[in-house]
């Protein structure tokens, strides 16, 4: 595998003519991911979330200090300061928020579906499948290289949508709003209805949330958001006390392409997630070596004039950004799938087709008129999503991680009969005499209106 990196913002990664070796390619390491090491970051995070937890508001005081430089007036953000932040947003702003919000609704009122399906096994043997929403959930917004007002949309919409009974979010104070949250985040968390907000941050935020602070905050069922590794290493270290959704890592981007693809949208696509964070990955997977100069050549330019070039270079100078040349789609499906992105960007000459092929990824963009950016914003899908190639197996954000599947069985006598004698024998073989005695009892005499002569 060749790799290189002469005169071009990415490094290139030649898979061509790889397909027959003697070894065959392990899809999923051809792209090496950022380090990011949140085992070390639970040292750090133990102590907070122990202190959050033996001394409640007076640690979230000192930590708000040391963390974020800035103590708030009060923890949890007034109502008045939600109505400000909606009085001064911006009118293009407002109805950006809106459309976005109405949009993401619509979506997640559609992935809701049915609240019970009922299966009816036998005469009198029914199992009733029943969708309960979590009570209380704790959501985290995060604040830090950008306010991410798009993550109280993705994060409250589905809970409500599910119909969670309290909603609490959290994000991080900030010195130039006085210790509050940004004034975006909190103009959507008003306009969302959201009562219950707070100005704490990190991983103290994280311990909030799973322990409760007496006279401040309940503890919650459930912790969702994004943050950085310190959040991660909380939700990690505090899983188990609380649901969580996911562990997510750096932002990534990977965009499959041949010769019709345009290499400016691709360019600005791959340069549109390496702003979001130093270690963000931006890959592009290609058929067509004319292709991956022509974007090597554009990016120079479209970097350069980037507000946050710096950010952007050192994101495609990471180990996790390149090109990748390959043989043909085949072999691009199978470096995609094998990647299992957060974001996957199909801008083929039938991409419709090329995307039904995709089966590991957080989200599919169909086409040059599909960017990231619109899901991040007002596509109506999720943008929190897996991560770190977690795609192969997890989903991103959506109604279903607020809601519990519930089984409800309900047999009658008959129905119960019917098959007592192999339950009884199914319990007799994993030595498990008692559960065989639960069913037995019932047509012994002890059971409810038993004369024993069914069995």
């Known amino acids: 595998m060749l790799l290189t990196r002469i005169a071009c913002v990415l490094a290139t990664i030649d898979l061509r003519g790889r397909a027959g070796d003697a070894t065959p390619l392990d899809y999923r390491t051809v792209v090496p991911r950022a380090v990011v090491d949140v085992e070390a970051a639970l040292s750090v995070v133990r102590p ?57 609704r619509e979506v997640c009122a559609a992935e809701l579906g049915p609240a019970a399906v009922d299966v009816d096994l036998a005469p009198g043997a029914r199992v009733t499948q029943r969708m309960v929403p979590v009570e209380r959930v704790g959501l985290y917004v995060p604040g830090g290289l950008a306010p991410l007002a798009s993550s109280v949309i993705m994060n409250v919409v589905p809970a409500q949508v599910a119909g969670c009974r309290s909603i609490a979010v959290t994000s991080p ?28 941050g990190g991983a103290q935020a994280v311990a909030m949330f799973a322990y409760g602070v007496p006279g401040l905050c309940e503890p919650v069922d459930m912790v969702t958001g994004p943050g950085n590794i310190y959040v991660v290493a909380a ?64 990016l120079g330019d479209q970097v350069a004039a980037t507000k946050h070039a710096e950010r952007v270079r050192t994101s495609m100078g990471g180990r996790q950004s390149a090109v990748v040349l390959v043989d043909d789609l085949e072999q691009g499906l199978a470096v995609a799938n094998g990647y299992a992105a957060e974001h996957l960007e199909v801008q083929t000459a039938d991409a419709p087709a090329v995307a039904t092929r995709v089966t590991n990824a957080g989200a599919v963009f169909v086409g040059p008129w599909s960017p990231v950016s619109l899901g991040d914003y007002s596509a109506g899908s999720t943008h929190v999503l897996p991560t770190g190639g977690c795609a192969c197996h997890s989903s991103g954000l959506n109604v279903k991680s607020f809601l519990k599947a519930m089984h409800v069985v309900t047999y009658d006598r008959d129905a119960l009969a019917e098959v007592a004698r192999r339950v009884e024998v199914f319990a007799e073989a994993e030595d498990l005499p008692g559960h065989a005695r639960a069913v037995a009892a019932r047509f012994d005499g002890a059971g409810p209106e038993s004369d024993g002569s069914d069995r």
């Open 48 to 104: 907070v979330c122990d202190d959050v937890a033996a001394r409640g508001e007076a640690a979230l005081r000192e930590l708000s200090e040391r963390f974020d430089r800035v103590v708030p007036a009060s923890f949890r953000v007034p109502a008045e300061a939600m109505d400000a932040a909606v009085e001064h947003l911006d009118p293009e702003l407002r109805s950006a928020f809106e459309l976005s919000i109405a949009r993401r």
């Open 173 to 200: 104070p900030q010195r130039e709003f006085g210790g509050l949250p940004h004034p975006s985040i909190l103009a959507v968390c008003r306009m969302l209805g959201v009562e219950e907000v707070y100005a704490v």
């Open 235 to 298: 939700k990690r270290l505090l899983r188990g006390r609380v649901s969580i959704d996911s562990e997510a890592g750096p932002t990534e981007i990977l965009v499959l392409a041949d010769a019709t693809a345009d290499p400016a949208l691709v360019a600005a696509d791959l340069v549109s997630q390496a702003e979001h964070d130093p270690l963000a990955a931006s890959v592009l997977v290609t058929d067509s070596e004319a292709l991956a100069q022509r974007v090597q050549d554009v």
